[in-house]
């Protein structure tokens, strides 16, 4: 069975960071695409950044790019999101997800974990 559990969401200033974590068990994340997606109360969940098999080609959204930055570490078989220069828009709960296929589109990923809350102050 694939598990993904999130990790390292917190309350944080403005102007801030931090470094989310994706531990996954039952799936070599390496061969798999991974995807970060958040969602905001009252929104949509959205796309955020996605990493390719073998780490050839990752992908952000616009209104994270040059803030944020996801990496995988395939010995701990574990997906990171570093986030800097937080705004208070960053605030939402934040999803990793594994898939076969590289994508921006979250129904392109088949395992889901629970959800990390960022909560960034003004």
């Known amino acids: 069975q694939v598990q993904l559990v999130e990790s390292g969401g917190k309350l944080v200033q403005a102007g801030g960071s931090l470094r989310l974590s994706c531990a996954v068990s039952?799936?070599?994340?390496?061969?798999?695409?991974m995807g970060w997606f958040r969602q905001a109360p009252g929104k949509e969940r959205e796309f955020v950044a996605a990493?390719?098999?073998?780490?050839?080609?990752?992908a952000y959204a616009n209104s994270v790019k040059g803030r944020f930055t996801i990496s995988r570490d395939n010995a701990e078989n574990t997906v990171y999101l570093q986030m800097n220069s937080l705004k208070p828009e960053d605030t939402a709960d934040y999803y990793c997800?594994?898939?076969?296929?590289?994508?921006?589109?979250?129904?392109?990923?088949?395992?889901w974990g629970q959800g990390t809350q960022v909560t960034v102050s003004s």
């Open positions: 990493i390719s098999q073998w780490s050839r080609n990752t």
């Open positions: 997800a594994t898939g076969s296929s590289y994508s921006t589109d979250d129904a392109r990923y088949d395992y």
């Open positions: 039952g799936r070599t994340i390496s061969t798999y695409a």
